[in-house]
């Protein structure tokens, strides 16, 4: 799967669930948690995502878009 096609599943994913780990997400994709869970601290790094600890995990969430 390509970057791009990557962060456009998780986005997604994000936009049905609203609230989902690491763990939850590879589940979905079917893919590495090692592999999601950098691809997603990229996401949160460049502000596309929202992270929030839970836990001993993070929660993964789409960031308001302020109109």
Do not use: R, W
């Not at 996401?43 to 992270?51: E, F, H, K, L, T």
Request: aromatic residues 10%; charged residues 30%.
């Amino acid at each position: 799967m390509a970057p791009k096609a990557l962060n456009k599943s998780i986005i997604a994913f994000l936009k049905e669930n609203h609230f989902l780990t690491h763990a939850e997400i590879s589940k979905k994709l079917k893919k590495d948690k090692s592999l999601v869970s950098g691809y997603l601290q990229a996401m949160a790094d460049y502000g596309y995502i929202s992270a929030k600890k839970a836990g001993n995990s993070k929660t993964y969430f789409l960031k308001k878009i302020e109109k």
